[in-house]
């Protein structure tokens, strides 16, 4: 087996129904399986699945383990060079998996390699969770090419170039599936949001590429399992963002991130309170809390991850801030950014 495509599935037999028969559709090649990986639901999706795709091997997680934890022990039980963690509400286009197997096998310092997501809704758009590759900025921020923040850019072929990233999309992320559980996979106390980043930061910190190759794209619903307003997203991705810079931010500058970043998420908080959104800044609110209360368990992940660190610099982190330019000087699009990743050529 070449490639497993895992799906993840959480109570959205619905999703199943619409993606799934695309997601076969385009996967069918030599040494290609597709796999659905159940996290414990409580709707109707395993007899579904039995009743109506029979031949789809399905891996019974027994309970709800999270994103992270669920495609650790999905993975743990394929035997596939590669694996792709691909969303249950998101569609491959035609011949998506042959360019992206095509730069695996070409570069094999590479980790993973994402494809272009774009706008189910609007194919002519980015997409929210992933657009055409992700970064991060001095401050932690991330931020994907094509979309900033709320703003997602039409697609007109202008970030059509391969390249490297700083984090791929857990929306549709191939990766070695050796390296990727030798590593500890993705961890399990993130739960939700950007556990894949924090995976993409550890792999670039010890010396593996993250590429995006445009050649491949997929269609991504976006918001299939939780809402992108919704306050357990914000809470999930405001603590999560600490967590991130503990364990992978090298040095002294880690806490000093982190003690500037509780004054501008206070900021945040702020101004949901100003818009109305009481549940959001309540979400920001209650992830610093759990973060001051799992200080030391992440700090002692950091502490096994700094033997392993072999490269502290990264050219795909933005040395300047994403948060300035976007809402003071008002450059909303990637191509405004003086910013130029590497190709893969470099």
């Known amino acids: 087996m070449q490639v497993a495509v895992v799906l993840l599935n959480w109570n959205t037999r619905h999703l199943l129904e619409q993606f799934l028969p695309e997601v ?18 409580s709707d109707d999706s395993l007899s579904w699945l039995k009743t109506h795709y029979p031949a789809v091997r399905c891996i019974a997680l027994g309970e709800n383990l999270g994103f992270a934890e669920g495609y650790n022990q999905a993975l743990a039980q394929v035997n596939a060079e590669y694996s792709v963690l691909f969303n249950s509400d998101a569609q491959p286009r035609a011949d998506w998996l042959p360019p992206l197997i095509a730069t695996m096998q070409k570069h094999p310092n590479a980790a993973a ?9 609007q194919a002519d758009h980015f997409e929210y969770a992933g657009a055409a590759g992700g970064f991060i900025d001095y401050l932690g921020y991330t931020f994907c090419r094509g979309r900033i923040f709320h703003l997602a850019e039409a697609d007109k072929g202008q970030y059509d170039e391969e390249g490297e990233l700083f984090w791929g999309s857990g929306a549709a992320l191939m990766v070695r599936t050796r390296l990727f559980l030798e590593s500890g996979g993705l961890d ?13 930061w550890r792999m670039k910190n010890q010396g593996w590429r993250i590429l995006y190759q445009p050649h491949s794209s997929i269609l991504h619903l976006g918001g299939g399992t939780l809402d ?6 914000t809470y999930l991705n405001f603590r999560n963002n600490l967590f991130l810079l503990l364990k992978n931010q090298g040095g002294a500058r880690a806490y000093l991130l982190i003690l500037l970043r509780f004054f501008l998420d206070l900021l945040a908080l702020l101004n949901f309170l100003r818009q109305g959104q009481s549940a959001n800044a309540a979400a920001v609110s209650r992830a610093h809390r759990h973060f001051i209360k799992d200080f030391w368990l992440f700090y002692r992940k950091r502490q ?23 809402f003071v000087r008002k450059k909303q699009q990637f191509s405004q950014l003086n910013f130029k990743p590497r190709g893969l050529k470099q």
């Open 188 to 200: 399990p106390d993130f739960f939700a949001h950007m556990e894949e980043i924090d995976w993409c």
């Open 228 to 233: 992108y307003q919704n306050a357990r997203k």
């Open 113 to 121: 390699c994402v494809p272009k997501i774009l706008n189910l809704r």
């Open 24 to 41: 076969l559709k385009h996967c069918q090649l030599p040494g290609v399986e597709v796999v659905v990986a159940d996290n414990g639901s």
């Open 304 to 326: 096994k991850l700094l033997p392993l660190v072999l490269k502290k610099k990264h050219p795909e982190m933005y040395r300047g801030s994403i948060v300035w330019d976007f």
